[in-house]
């Protein structure tokens, strides 16, 4: 049986070279970072080097990047730490309905702590309302938060022009990036943000580290109260091996995305439009253009996503229903929800990501396994059963 | 403790949200970059800055101008000596 993996949004594969890199990191090179001697000031050097690579592949500057042990992480540290450092000024916060649960149920803590948080609703595609985020502005306000790009439906946000919005105001603009660094190309500069979240899982990096961007100085509650590690933001003996991972792995996505774009695009165009030639009634979710290059999403009618996921395993084909928390949970994904599709549609959620590793024969085994599982789980469906009869 | 109101300053360290010791390694750095006679403002919320700056500058002979209390941090001013 074949394997075909197109979950690429949950976990990459660890690239050979990036392996080869923090290797010695672990035993040849083990110093701490903090310490004066030789073993351990070469360590930080190694570090710096590693902060710049990943400040390259977003346009940033060095010491404008906090390491971090994940995207969730860095999500957390952005908001909280915005916020918290920002309460005296106001204890408004806007974040879209359709965040990950990292930025969600960091706006909800914050809640507790008597902030007021405004979730702005998206359109049919996911996207954000210019106008709607304008209109929900209130002097109070602090912090906006809009993600880059969305897991679930691919959706890239027309950023630069929201955080222009509030940029107007002085209000600081984060974004999840988590979706697109390592999958577009991502600039800090052109988006005009303050706030960056970014994750090695798309990078090809192993999981466990990410980092924050933060612009000029930007003041910051920390998460982790420690000593002056992260200058002082973050603390907490840094993950070496890990970080020099993130930095081979920008390094490298830095030279080889437009190459990826392209060949995850093809594939993805081919699998998009060969879905709907084989199977009937499938919405295919999200944004039509401004979209992931290698992500498509669709709803099927009369499954249940999870099964199809179980069935498609079988075949050897690793793809996702697009909302880990809310499948576990037995709750219809709140992006769908938020984009209007009907919980029933919604419960057949399948999602596939690809990667530089995915061919045009492996699309094409999908395509011909996908229609088989999809018709054995509808032949079992009351509810497909009753559309037929209507 | 000298106060001080509307004092001028050439260059500022922002080191709220920022944790200790960090008050006594960054502003030598940024002192570095300054020339005779300039002054650099330390914004800090760090109560314990408020002695350990001064006494930082006694150690290193650096002037300590004073400090000012702002809404959401302490202003301290050091003139730069040598």
Redesign the interface.
Known sequence: MKNVYMDHASATPVRKEVIEAMLPYFDQHFGNPSTVYDMGSKIKQVMEEQRAKVAKLIGAKAEEIIFTSSGAEANNLAIK?AAL?RQ?KGKHIIISAIEHHSVLNSARFLERMDFEVTFLPVDEYGLVDQQRLSQAMRPETILVSIMHANNEIGTIEPISELSAICRERGVIFHTDAVATVGNIPVDVNELNVDLLSLSGVSLDAPKGVGALYFRD?L????LI????QE???R?GTENVPAIVALGKASELAAKELPDKVNHVQGLRDLLVAGVPERIEQVKYTGHPKERLPGHASFCIEAIEGEALIFMLNQSGIYANTGSACASKALKTSPVLVAIGIPPALAQGSVVFTLSNSNTVEEIEYVLEKLPVAVDKLRSLSPLWRTKEAA | MKFVENQPSDDTLDLVCRVCPLHLLEPGDKLNCLKKGQVLEVLTDYDGALEDIPNWCQKCGQDFIGIEEDDDCYKLYIRKNK
Do not use: E, F, V
């Open positions: 730490g450092a005296k100085n003041r910051l509650m920390p109260h420690g000593g002056i200058s002082g933001r603390g």
